[in-house]
């Protein structure tokens, strides 16, 4: 499987962006997507996941009530929208696929998408 990830970009603070991360190669519907951010000088942080039915979603506590991840099946893709962004929500967004959307391990990732949030 190959993770596309687009979408990253300069934002000002409360702006939004939407980042979508298309799957190639096989589908991933037997998998559970996510989101993982990596801000410079910091350890990559969980952001969002999905499970493979959108039964579950999940959300670091800091993003909670301003993202919103969801995945179309049908064309292969997970979509992270980001409302009220915060210099704070500043990184490389990586999208994942994993075998539960409680997974800690991911088995793919895709080549990250960067998103600057100006103040």
């Known amino acids: 499987v190959q993770l596309q990830a687009s979408g990253g970009g300069l934002v000002q603070a409360g702006g939004s962006l939407r980042l979508s991360c298309a799957a190639s190669g096989r589908t991933v519907s037997g998998y559970a997507l996510g989101w993982i951010r990596q801000a410079p000088g910091r350890e990559r942080e969980f952001v969002a996941a999905?499970?493979?039915?959108?039964?579950?979603?999940r959300y670091v506590d800091s993003v909670k009530g301003r993202f919103t991840i969801s995945r179309d099946n049908a064309k292969n893709t997970v979509y992270l929208q980001m409302n009220s962004l915060k210099p704070e929500d500043a990184a490389v967004y990586f999208c994942v696929a994993a075998r539960s959307a409680w997974s800690r391990e991911y088995d793919y990732w895709g080549q990250g998408t960067l998103v600057t949030v100006s103040s």
């Open positions: 999905i499970g493979r039915s959108d039964d579950i979603t």
